[in-house]
């Protein structure tokens, strides 16, 4: 469960640093937001370093997590609903994901 709670702050701290440039070009804010963006994309570019398996499965398997976080932030900041092929299509990622994380290893 610790794994997945970390790929989830991944997750939302680099949707958080690019949303906030995206908010930037494509609303007019303020330029200022690309301040805090870059402090996100750093905590995520950390966070990617805590988690215990080598770099390019985590991320690999990652993948799969951000997708469905996307979808929850398409949903909750967004205010779009995930339709059902959605939600079909990030059970599958989640599948993806956790048959690289958890499958059997060869020593």
Do not use: N
Not at 34 to 56: D, Y
Not at 59 to 75: E, H, K, N, R, S
Request: proline share 7%.
């Amino acid at each position: 469960m610790r794994t997945v709670g970390l790929f989830v702050a991944t997750a939302l701290a680099e949707i958080v640093g690019c949303y906030l440039p995206w908010l930037w070009l494509k609303q007019g804010r303020s330029a200022w937001l690309l301040v805090p963006a870059a402090a996100s994309l750093a905590v995520f570019a950390w966070l990617l370093t805590l988690h215990p398996q080598p770099a390019g499965r985590v991320y690999a398997a990652y993948g799969g997590v951000y997708i469905g976080v996307a979808l929850v932030w398409l949903w909750r900041v967004d205010g779009i609903k995930p339709t059902p092929t959605d939600w079909l299509g990030v059970g599958l990622c989640f599948l993806g994901m956790l048959v690289i994380m958890f499958g059997p290893r060869q020593a």
